[in-house]
């Protein structure tokens, strides 16, 4: 957007202080994200029934505080006179007990903070300027507001909702029951884990959950529902922490204009990364962490140093001590060492081997001492999963797999929800559990397990999410398409960690089919598990067009470009459309 009218703006910002914040930010995204969360934390404590009394009387101060902080200074630096200085402060304090007397009366704060937030947002990037950093603060921007978003979902949703395996807190078992273990015991489990749902996981996870809690509670003095509540503060940090850690991949591989910007709108707004910031089980922060060590990797294969690998054996380490199931990023990291080592091996030989002997030694014992101890103790297996029994309704062995995958018959798109069988009230089995993968993934990867037609009261809803479905679908594909493109074009640079990467992508697609096809349940095909997927696919596509303009013109590239970026911006309306409508409380037109 051009800042020509923001530069004539007596309340422009200026470029100097704009290239400051910029350059802080760039140093320490996860620093300054975290303590974004951390700031908002006392004001909503995890859901909107936990808001603090007097946290609108701090927010309508400090607003105040910063409105009449900004006319000052527009009148010391003489950009305006005493007279509208005086009618600027009056003005904007009217207009302030205004909204918040509107806010007050509100039955839905949370929309306000949402739209008030993207708008103050926008404002300030409207009001930037900077040169040396406008992609990064356009950037900047698509990240921010899809934090509002997530934000919103947060403040919406309880910790007992649209969650996998959390179970309740007094209930003893699930992630809730794990977490409520180790505060009530402060030790880890000292039993045979496989007796009880969910502990099996190991627990870097729950022992952060657990020492927040802690603080929040026994420390903070926050009751005992809203300091649980609020464990969707460090998950909505987490599923933050990846849209930053893709940003930087994007990055990595100087991608610019639409082939930066439309990867980046998918990633931030795609739904699964919104259902991960509300969700308080370990999926979020193993996927978080993995996807850091497959930044280190690159930038490692970049410049092969002691200090990145460690940062990649720390990575992978802390992800597997989450969640086992994180191990999956290790085998094409490894194929990458192997390469770097085969094309090294006479020059720097020794001092790679050094540095897999040191990425071993803090790997190996971070990612598995849980499941050692736990085999040592009790003879639990290395790789134990728990299973569920053939006899709850979402058992889907009946069908061969075989079948499962090659049925693409119509009545499994006459919803575009996932569906589930049920009891109905005659106590009749109703409905069917879905079976095909892919059909399960694309579903899953929109709405989750617990989004359905229930959750939209407006039945234009229904068309929207409808839409929404057979465009991502589309998209989806196109991406795909993309990616196995780029895999046969030279790529100056990059082919090494283009490989990397698709390794990646094709091997969570097996481990995927591998989980569908070794436990037959609904549940299992469920997209959290393969979410650096979308990561993956979307990036490959920014490369596509990048390699357009090099290859073929620079008009091709921009128009390309323009369809890509046109296409991510209809998905981005839409996933706000589905998602702000099922965290807006509906409210009935009075008559």
Partial sequence: MSKSKADKSPIAINEKTVDAVISSLAKHPYLWTLIACLLLHPFYLGADENVPANALLIETTLFLAAGFFIIYNLFRSQKISLAAAYISSAVFFCINFFLTV????SNNKGSWLFIGGCLIILALYYFSNTKRFKAQLF??????VSF???????????????????????????????????????????????????????PLHHIICSIWIYVNEKILGIGYDPARESLQTLTLF?????????????????????????????????????????????????????????????RWYSAPTLKEIMKISLCIGLAMMSKLAAAVVAP??????????????????????????????????????????????????ITYVQEMDETVFQYIGSKSFKDRITDFSPMQFKSVFEQWSYIDENGNLGGYNEYNPLIALLKNSLFGEAVNENNFVQPIMIKVCTVFFYFSAILAAVCLAALIICLFVKTKGYGMQKTFLAVFYFEL?????????????????????????????????????????????????????AVYLAASVIFVMLSIMVYYTICTPYTPPQA
């Avoid at 950037?139 to 921010?144: P, Q, T």
């Fill in 509 to 561: 697609m097996v481990y995927f089919y591998k989980m569908a096809y070794d436990y037959p349940f609904t549940c299992t095909m469920n997209f959290r598990y393969i979410t650096p997927t979308v990561i993956i696919c979307t990036l490959f596509f920014g490369l596509l067009i990048k390699q357009i303009g090099e290859k073929i013109s620079y008009k091709a590239e921009k128009t390309i470009g």
């Fill in 238 to 298: 987490y599923s933050m922490a990846i849209i930053i850690t893709a940003y930087k991949i994007l990055r990595y591989f100087r991608l610019e204009g639409a082939a930066l910007y439309a990867p980046l709108l998918i990633i931030s707004f795609h739904p699964s990364f919104i259902l991960l910031s509300g969700s308080i089980n370990n999926d979020v922060l193993s996927i978080a962490l993995m996807m850091g060590a497959v930044l280190c990797t690159l």
């Fill in 148 to 202: 509002m978003l997530k934000f919103y979902y947060v403040y919406s949703t309880s910790v007992y909702t649209r969650q996998n395996d959390v179970h309740t807190f007094y209930g003893g078992n699930g992630h809730a029951g794990y977490i409520e273990y180790l505060i009530n015991n402060k030790h880890l489990p000292d039993f045979d884990v496989r007796d009880v749902w969910s502990f099996s996981h190991p």
């Fill in 102 to 105: 509107k806010f007050s009366a």
């Fill in 332 to 381: 094409p990291i490894a194929l990458v060492f192997l390469i770097v080592f085969i094309k090294k091996f006479r020059t720097d030989g020794a001092r790679l081997f050094g540095q897999f002997a040191a990425f071993g030694a803090v790997c190996a014992p971070l990612g598995l001492w849980y499941e050692i101890r736990n085999y040592i103790k009790w003879k639990v297996p």
């Fill in 139 to 144: 950037s900047l921007m698509i990240m921010a």
